[in-house]
């Protein structure tokens, strides 16, 4: 019985294939594209779940608030927290820190930067994280002070394939032997490291301050908690653990620290803290994903119910001659869910492949591994299951439910079929298309405006001269003695042709800056937190940056850390000049302040500009002259047609200067913009998913307006007969289309304000909602309808009458 039902189902799909066809690829597209979408929120979401203890794994962020001052939100926290948490609250089964590095790791002549992706971390971290050894063992990995932890692809690039365990890696002028060879992390793992290093050696080098130190931040520090705890209730607790530790300094210094306890989970996904891990996802970018996915999906089924409903009118007159040879209701049921079946098979089939073959392109755009988003596991099949059995029942809810209850004395009266009241049904298919152009604008209206947000971040005057500018970075740190090399070293630089100039600094625009302590008034109490920031006499001046009020450095007296008397002359930027008090920047000229012990006399207000992307406000950064060797920046402002020339004979003072360290450049426009690689990346994904959404959507439209006119072919000619133009025939056909694409704008249109409003809400520059930006979706797809349905709407108006009056 089921054969003969897929026979006559596959009967009807060859007796209309234009209607079958565009059943079919719109079901087929909407499911591709869901697919993709799902599988990329499925990647992003399984972040940290290979950790056998994930559940009771927490990081311990903090929000420090200045007196006045908004909270500051931090993803790591000071170096003494951990072992006073472990002290104080038997909850805590373990506690590890991580500290990130920079630097130069040498085997042999083998040097290699490994800036980043090198960390001290105490050996407790081995009984919290799941990380698989290949060599060694957990227990006995970190347990001398110079021991070392290394990952497999670190131990090939130094010593191939030769054994790693017991050999020696050269870091920071320390030695450290590897005692053990773990394998490289999966892609959704939000800790990523090349090598790790005892933390109880950290200690050492910093005489105890990186396990004593309740000022000094930059410790990522995470707990294992006991089975059956309640973060909730400890995190509760730790109001009273920061006043028990820093209450005095707090009071003291005009500021409050909370204690935040946030799941491993949620770090990758749903951080809200600043100076994150790198790779961390946006909350907000995937949560826009999962909505472009269910509504591309919903679009496709719309469809699927649309277009089916419309043809199963068509078939009235075949259930009344059905139900007179004896069918059951029972049997008009299966037939029908049957063809649906059928073509949601066909359509599911089409998709599988279509995803299949786009993966790859899609994985490249997201940079990331096909695996990594290949369709596996059972929650894969269980979704795929559902949406099937949903796309089958729905599409075949109407004739299977409805048709198969027809009287057949009313289907057999007209030669049409049957030509009663389907008023409801018609309500139906309009109220669906309305759904669908409503999902269809809200999807471009979210597109358009990330663009127009994209174009004005790229666009905006920075505050600062980025263009032309190649950057080479020291990641050696340069002894004292070595400041006549550096002096000769940028002299040198600048006898190359096409070098304009060359400066020296700490940090460059693009970058965070990475130093940050605290000052005040001389005459008051309340620190507040700025970003430092070493620049030599001619970095103001390269990078065409405004002073406001006050002067550049001019020979001034470099920072010494050994001299605590020295009185340090420093700028301040706009931003610092406000938090600090001064009530306008020329008042902050000539002012001291206090750094810890230090005095610094203010001689010069900078003009706020971009140090990082627009989707940060402006910190407060105070600028101080620093020694060249304690700079690893050289900024060459470059005018040349030969680039790769320049860069080669650059390398070559490089190497003649420092032969120890490697060389190391970037063009800074291109540094900076990586700063929007997520964002471009972002953007292009939702203009190809809304160019999907379109395309679904308007196969719809296609489909009902070649069901609309084939109605009314008899009404079509009658009206030519009796003088009607093409033009007012042409309209005839498509106002009623065009009201409802209206309709769906009305509901559409405040949906995506709002969207694009709270979007907005994340960048700390950002455009204006104007209802320009609102409108362009709704004229897009407006313009996109009319032409869709002009096609048939011209055909039929131009057809002969007198073939259109013998249809009937």
Same mark, same amino acid.
């Given at each position: 019985?089921?054969?003969?039902?897929?026979?006559?189902?596959?009967?009807?799909?060859?007796?209309?294939?234009?209607?079958?066809?565009?059943?079919?690829?719109?079901?087929?597209?909407?499911?591709?594209?869901?697919?993709?979408?799902?599988?990329?929120?499925?990647?992003?979401?399984?972040?940290?779940?290979?950790?056998?203890?994930?559940?009771?794994?927490?990081?311990?962020?903090?929000?420090?608030?200045?007196?006045?001052?908004?909270?500051?939100?931090?993803?790591?926290?000071?170096?003494?927290?951990?072992?006073?948490?472990?002290?104080?609250?038997?909850?805590?089964?373990?506690?590890?820190?991580?500290?990130?590095?920079?630097?130069?790791?040498?085997?042999?002549?083998?040097?290699?930067?490994?800036?980043?992706?090198?960390?001290?971390?105490?050996?407790?971290?081995?009984?919290?994280?799941?990380?698989?050894?290949?060599?060694?063992?957990?227990?006995?990995?970190?347990?001398?002070?110079?021991?070392?932890?290394?990952?497999?692809?670190?131990?090939?690039?130094?010593?191939?394939?030769?054994?790693?365990?017991?050999?020696?890696?050269?870091?920071?002028?320390?030695?450290?032997?590897?005692?053990?060879?773990?394998?490289?992390?999966?892609?959704?793992?939000?800790?990523?490291?090349?090598?790790?290093?005892?933390?109880?050696?950290?200690?050492?080098?910093?005489?105890?301050?990186?396990?004593?130190?309740?000022?000094?931040?930059?410790?990522?520090?995470?707990?294992?908690?006991?089975?059956?705890?309640?973060?909730?209730?400890?995190?509760?607790?730790?109001?009273?653990?920061?006043?028990?530790?820093?209450?005095?300094?707090?009071?003291?210094?005009?500021?409050?620290?909370?204690?935040?306890?946030?799941?491993?989970?949620?770090?990758?996904?749903?951080?809200?803290?600043?100076?994150?891990?790198?790779?961390?996802?946006?909350?907000?970018?995937?949560?826009?994903?999962?909505?472009?996915?269910?509504?591309?999906?919903?679009?496709?089924?719309?469809?699927?119910?649309?277009?089916?409903?419309?043809?199963?009118?068509?078939?009235?007159?075949?259930?009344?001659?059905?139900? %007179?040879?004896?069918? +059951?209701?029972? !049997?008009?049921?299966?037939?029908?869910?049957?063809?649906?079946?059928? /073509? @949601?098979? &066909? $359509?599911?089939?089409?998709?599988?492949?279509?995803?299949?073959?786009?993966?790859?392109?899609?994985?490249?755009?997201?940079?990331?591994?096909?695996?990594?988003?290949?369709?596996?596991?059972?929650?894969?099949?269980?979704?795929?299951?559902?949406?099937?059995?949903?796309?089958?029942?729905?599409?075949?809810?109407?004739?299977?439910?409805?048709?198969?209850?027809?009287?057949?004395?009313?289907?057999?009266?007209?030669?049409?079929?049957?030509?009663?009241?389907?008023?409801?049904?018609?309500?139906?298919?309009?109220?669906?298309?309305?759904?669908?152009?409503?999902?269809?604008?809200?999807?471009?209206?979210?597109?358009?405006?990330?663009?127009?947000?994209?174009?004005?971040?790229?666009?905006?005057?920075?505050?600062?001269?980025?263009?032309?500018?190649? %950057?080479?970075?020291? +990641?050696?740190? !340069?002894?004292?003695?070595?400041?006549?090399?550096?002096?000769?070293? /940028? @002299?040198? &630089? $600048?006898?190359?042709?096409?070098?304009?100039?060359?400066?020296?600094?700490?940090?460059?625009?693009?970058?965070?800056?990475?130093?940050?302590?605290?000052?005040?008034?001389?005459?008051?109490?309340?620190?507040?937190?700025?970003?430092?920031?070493?620049?030599?006499?001619?970095?103001?001046?390269?990078?065409?940056?405004?002073?406001?009020?006050?002067?550049?450095?001019?020979?001034?007296?470099?920072?010494?850390?050994?001299?605590?008397?020295?009185?340090?002359?420093?700028?301040?930027?706009?931003?610092?000049?406000?938090?600090?008090?001064?009530?306008?920047?020329?008042?902050?000229?000539?002012?001291?302040?206090?750094?810890?012990?230090?005095?610094?006399?203010?001689?010069?207000?900078?003009?706020?500009?971009?140090?990082?992307?627009?989707?940060?406000?402006?910190?407060?950064?105070?600028?101080?002259?620093?020694?060249?060797?304690?700079?690893?920046?050289?900024?060459?402002?470059?005018?040349?047609?030969?680039?790769?020339?320049?860069?080669?004979?650059?390398?070559?003072?490089?190497?003649?200067?420092?032969?120890?360290?490697?060389?190391?450049?970037?063009?800074?426009?291109?540094?900076?913009?990586?700063?929007?690689?997520?964002?471009?990346?972002?953007?292009?994904?939702?203009?190809?998913?809304?160019?999907?959404?379109?395309?679904?959507?308007?196969?719809?439209?296609?489909?009902?307006?070649?069901?609309?006119?084939?109605?009314?072919?008899?009404?079509?000619?009658?009206?030519?007969?009796?003088?009607?133009?093409?033009?007012?025939?042409?309209?005839?056909?498509?106002?009623?289309?065009?009201?409802?694409?209206?309709?769906?704008?009305?509901?559409?249109?405040?949906?995506?304000?709002?969207?694009?409003?709270?979007?907005?809400?994340?960048?700390?520059?950002?455009?204006?909602?104007?209802?320009?930006?609102?409108?362009?979706?709704?004229?897009?797809?407006?313009?996109?309808?009319?032409?869709?349905?002009?096609?048939?709407?011209?055909?039929?108006?131009?057809?002969?009458?007198?073939?259109?009056?013998?249809?009937?």
């Amino acid at each position: 019985m089921f054969k003969n039902y897929l026979k006559t189902a596959w009967r009807n799909l060859m007796k209309n294939k234009t209607f079958s066809a565009i059943i079919v690829m719109g079901l087929a597209i909407g499911i591709a594209a869901f697919l993709m979408i799902a599988n990329y929120l499925r990647f992003e979401y399984s972040f940290d779940d290979f950790h056998a203890k994930k559940d009771r794994i927490f990081r311990l962020p903090m929000i420090v608030t200045e007196k006045g001052g908004e909270p500051q939100t931090f993803a790591f926290t000071y170096p003494a927290v951990a072992p006073a948490i472990k002290k104080d609250f038997p909850e805590v089964s373990e506690v590890v820190r991580f500290r990130k590095r920079w630097g130069i790791v040498q085997h042999g002549d083998e040097k290699i930067n490994e800036s980043g992706f090198i960390y001290f971390a105490d050996p407790s971290v081995f009984r919290i994280f799941s990380f698989e050894f290949q060599k060694g063992a957990p227990a006995q990995a970190l347990t001398h002070l110079n021991d070392a932890v290394i990952s497999q692809s670190t131990a090939t690039k130094y010593f191939g394939n030769s054994e790693a365990l017991g050999k020696t890696l050269r870091f920071d002028n320390e030695d450290y032997v590897v005692t053990g060879v773990v394998k490289d992390f999966p892609a959704n793992s939000h800790l990523q490291f090349h090598i790790l290093l005892n933390f109880n050696k950290y200690i050492q080098l910093t005489n105890g301050n990186a396990n004593t130190s309740w000022g000094w931040s930059d410790f990522y520090t995470y707990v294992l908690l006991k089975e059956g705890t309640d973060a909730n209730a400890l995190e509760a607790k730790l109001p009273a653990f920061a006043e028990k530790y820093m209450g005095g300094r707090m009071k003291e210094d005009g500021f409050s620290v909370t204690f935040k306890v946030q799941p491993l989970k949620d770090i990758h996904t749903r951080s809200v803290y600043n100076y994150e891990l790198e790779g961390s996802g946006n909350l907000y970018y995937l949560k826009y994903l999962g909505i472009a996915a269910l509504l591309i999906l919903l679009i496709s089924l719309i469809n699927h119910v649309n277009l089916s409903t419309a043809h199963s009118l068509e078939r009235s007159r075949e259930v009344g001659v059905r139900k %007179v040879m004896g069918a +059951t209701k029972l !049997q008009l049921v299966r037939q029908f869910l049957a063809e649906s079946f059928l /073509v @949601n098979l &066909l $359509g599911m089939g089409i998709g599988f492949l279509l995803y299949s073959l786009v993966l790859p392109k899609f994985a490249q755009l997201i940079s990331r591994n096909i695996a990594d988003l290949e369709a596996t596991g059972a929650w894969f099949w269980v979704a795929a299951v559902t949406v099937f059995m949903v796309s089958t029942l729905l599409a075949g809810f109407y004739p299977a439910f409805v048709l198969s209850s027809f009287q057949p004395v009313k289907t057999l009266k007209s030669a049409a079929g049957f030509s009663g009241n389907n008023k409801g049904s018609n309500y139906l298919r309009k109220a669906l298309v309305v759904l669908q152009f409503t999902a269809a604008i809200i999807l471009t209206g979210g597109a358009i405006g990330f663009y127009q947000q994209l174009r004005f971040m790229s666009s905006r005057d920075l505050g600062v001269n980025i263009r032309q500018t190649l %950057v080479l970075e020291q +990641t050696v740190n !340069q002894p004292t003695g070595a400041m006549s090399t550096v002096e000769s070293f /940028v @002299n040198d &630089l $600048g006898k190359i042709p096409g070098v304009r100039t060359v400066s020296e600094s700490t940090d460059v625009p693009g970058n965070e800056v990475g130093s940050s302590t605290g000052f005040r008034r001389i005459n008051s109490n309340d620190n507040k937190s700025c970003r430092t920031f070493g620049i030599d006499e001619k970095f103001i001046p390269d990078y065409g940056i405004t002073m406001v009020a006050g002067r550049n450095f001019d020979k001034d007296q470099p920072f010494n850390e050994a001299d605590s008397l020295q009185v340090l002359n420093v700028i301040i930027n706009e931003t610092a000049s406000r938090i600090l008090g001064f009530g306008s920047p020329d008042e902050a000229i000539g002012k001291m302040l206090m750094q810890a012990e230090r005095t610094c006399k203010v001689v010069g207000v900078m003009f706020d500009y971009h140090q990082q992307s627009l989707q940060y406000s402006f910190d407060p950064i105070i600028y101080y002259p620093a020694r060249h060797t304690d700079m690893g920046m050289y900024s060459l402002k470059v005018e040349t047609a030969d680039v790769p020339g320049l860069v080669a004979r650059t390398k070559d003072v490089w190497n003649k200067r420092f032969p120890g360290s490697p060389f190391q450049y970037f063009f800074l426009d291109d540094h900076f913009d990586r700063q929007y690689k997520n964002d471009q990346v972002f953007s292009s994904v939702l203009w190809w998913f809304t160019v999907l959404s379109i395309v679904i959507a308007g196969l719809g439209l296609f489909g009902l307006s070649l069901y609309s006119v084939a109605k009314r072919t008899r009404e079509i000619g009658v009206r030519k007969v009796l003088g009607a133009t093409v033009t007012q025939i042409f309209l005839l056909i498509t106002r009623d289309y065009l009201k409802l694409v209206l309709y769906a704008g009305l509901v559409a249109i405040p949906v995506a304000a709002w969207l694009l409003t709270s979007w907005m809400e994340d960048y700390a520059f950002h455009i204006d909602i104007s209802p320009g930006i609102l409108l362009y979706p709704l004229v897009l797809i407006l313009l996109i309808a009319v032409v869709t349905v002009a096609y048939q709407s011209v055909k039929a108006a131009l057809a002969n009458p007198v073939n259109s009056l013998r249809t009937e």
